[in-house]
């Protein structure tokens, strides 16, 4: 079978029938990763993955003693790759059939059309519920400049990019593991600033499963982190656009535990600090209806 040289890096915890679900995903892309490696991130129970699915997809079960975070899940992995083309799937999302090959035949096109090697590829998924009902495919929008990435991960990175490992910690360091949420938009924004942009290969590749958190409180302080973190970094009209986007993410967390006067609260000071017609804040996506994608790449339930 052809292998495609990349390294898949799934940080988990706990969750083993998704764990299971994702790697089974892989097991079934036709040609697979040049290794994949997982991450225990102090799962109460520890990890076990079948040891002929293990064989088949060459997978390294690498265990945290205790839990440390996404963050530090991503960097054991990116420690231990052997390859220097990276990419990440969450473990309970899991990958369309066929996506890999594609998306890795697109990055290798790009890169022959001149694209540097800061360029982080990222491609369309479909989200999709709990009870496994797909919604909507969401086509990201590319950028280029820090003012984009200050505003958002609209482009999912925990499953849905591919980008060169050595170079991205050459530039930005590893993602920052005394952060518990928002490790993504700070390390993609390190990045930004470091000339790193982001474009979206034409391959809808990634089911994502959509979750609401409910914890106010610590969306706050880790919002709270981030400020502190970036404020004296970042020139005023920068920081003001992660500043808002600080703000909206806790406007959403109180609007879905029905906390109705503080979402507008949050809300209100998002945009007064970044001035909008629109709550979107970052570049956001063009949404496509799961009726015009062929009903073989994404039949959510017969993959389960």
């Not at 890096?9 to 040049?34: K, M, N």
């Not at 993955?49 to 265990?63: F, G």
């Not at 086509?139 to 280029?144: C, D, E, N, S, V």
């Not at 063009?286 to 039949?299: N, T």
Request: charged residues 25%; neutral net charge.
């Amino acid at each position: 079978m052809q292998k495609v040289p990349l390294t898949l890096i799934i940080p988990v915890f706990g969750r083993p029938e998704a764990l299971d679900r994702a790697l089974r995903s892989v097991d079934g892309q036709g040609s697979l990763p040049e290794e994949v490696i997982v991450v225990d991130d102090g799962s109460p129970v520890p990890s076990a993955i079948d040891l002929d699915l293990a064989h088949r997809l060459n997978v390294r079960l690498i265990r945290h003693e205790r839990n440390r975070g996404p963050a530090a899940a991503r960097n054991t992995g990116m420690r231990e790759a052997r390859t220097d083309w990276i990419t990440f799937l969450d473990s309970d999302d899991y990958l369309l059939r066929g996506s890999m090959a594609e998306r890795w035949q697109g990055v290798q096109e790009q890169l022959r059309r001149g694209a540097p090697e800061t360029t982080i590829f990222g491609c369309g998924w479909i989200d999709f519920t709990a009870n496994h009902d797909a919604s909507r495919l969401r086509w990201p929008r590319p950028a280029a400049e820090p003012r984009a990435f200050a505003s958002g991960c609209w482009f999912s990175p925990g499953s849905c990019v591919i980008l060169n490992g050595p170079k991205a910690v050459a530039a930005a360091g590893f993602q920052d593991e005394t952060l518990r949420r928002f490790e993504d938009i700070d390390w993609f924004l390190s990045l930004a600033l470091k000339g790193f942009s982001l474009e979206i290969l034409p391959v809808a590749a990634v089911a994502i499963e959509r979750q609401r958190v409910q914890h106010p409180e610590q969306i706050e302080a880790d919002a709270g982190a981030i400020r502190a973190k970036w404020q004296s970094a970042l020139d005023r009209a920068l920081f003001a656009r992660l500043d808002s986007y600080m703000d909206l993410e806790i406007a959403a967390v109180y609007h879905f535990r029905g906390s109705t006067l503080r979402a507008l609260k949050a809300l209100s000071a998002s945009l007064a600090k970044a001035p909008r017609l629109s709550l979107q804040l970052s570049p956001g996506w063009h949404l496509e209806p799961i009726a015009g994608i062929p009903k073989d790449s994404i039949s959510l339930k017969a993959r389960l």
